[in-house]
């Protein structure tokens, strides 16, 4: 009995070690995911699993830099295994709310993208209600991502309060107010349109100011820029945003590409706004770029 007691012991006082030791990785994971080394946070977090393979915290952190991958089967798999270790567990929950979202959005208009969409919806509105003001590992409001589900679904009214949620949990962040200038104009209303993208300017320049490596504030600052025709000023954010992106997936540029060809759609085209299509075709390229690196990587 007495040694079958110490050898719980010393189960027990390796299990805590290890334990301790993976909660140790979790700020270099952090640093690497700021830094947009997508796949250097990815090695650390499963570093980490390996010490403590039933930490849901580190299932939801691997989960989430697999989401900014676009590796959407993984990142559902480690979120599914968070939420089965603590089923309340909200971040996790707003995380694969966010998967099956991008998971329907690659799926074909009919039955199974509405199912996925529907999805998805349950479980960022599950999450919102067991925490209104939850944010994200990039700092924003998880409300931006259900507006963003009811953009797509056309659900603009609902859309336009969802991102306003945004806005009151994030006052200080470009995001839902660049959303909210879009879809101002989608109600065909202009100026709205061009004071809500003055304010996103103001609010992306203080965001890149305080932190010089916030890849998603300098694509806001780009984006507020093209609208506001300020030539000059968006190519120094185009330089940034380059800069910034990961080289490992071409997930951020791609998502820039569509924001930006929702705005050329709502200033009325190439013949209205033509000095936007160039900077579209030049991140396009660069997408290829990365993309072909990662190929020759495989």
């Known amino acids: 009995m007495s040694t079958t007691l110490l050898q719980s012991l010393e189960r027990q006082r390796k299990a805590t070690e290890q334990a301790t030791l993976a909660l140790s990785l979790l700020p270099l994971g952090e640093r690497q995911y700021r830094a947009q080394d997508l796949q250097g946070a990815a090695d650390t977090y499963m570093r980490a699993l390996k010490l403590d393979e039933d930490n849901p915290l580190i299932h939801y952190r691997l989960g989430y830099v697999y989401v900014q991958s676009g590796q959407l089967s993984d990142a559902e798999r480690h979120l599914q295994q968070a939420l089965s270790i603590d089923p309340e567990f909200h971040l996790a929950m707003a995380a ?82 660049s959303n909210l200038a879009m879809l101002y104009m989608g109600r065909h209303n202009r100026e709205q349109m061009l004071q809500t993208f003055r304010r996103v300017e103001r609010l992306a320049r203080g965001e890149v100011q305080a932190e010089v490596d916030n890849y998603w504030a300098y694509a806001d600052l780009l984006t507020s820029r093209l609208a506001l025709g300020k030539i000059d000023e968006a190519e120094d954010a185009l330089t940034s945003v380059f800069d910034l992106a990961s080289a490992s997936s071409p997930y951020a540029l791609e998502a820039l590409v569509d924001t930006l060809t929702r705005l050329l759609d709502s200033l009325g085209g190439p013949d209205a706004a033509p000095h936007i299509p160039p900077y579209i075709h030049r991140i396009q390229e660069r997408i290829g770029e990365i993309t072909e690196l990662r190929l020759k990587s495989t």
Do not use: C
């Open 96 to 177: 694969l709310g966010y998967v099956y979202r991008r998971i329907g959005d690659k799926l074909p208009e009919g039955l199974e993208r509405d199912e996925m969409l529907n999805k998805a919806e349950a479980h960022l509105i599950k999450a919102l209600r067991l925490s209104p003001k939850l944010v994200d590992d990039d700092s924003e409001s998880w409300w931006g991502s259900l507006g963003g589900l009811y953009r797509r679904r056309g659900q603009i009214d609902q859309a336009i309060y969802a991102y306003e949620q945004a806005a009151k949990v994030t006052p200080h962040s470009s995001y839902p107010f």
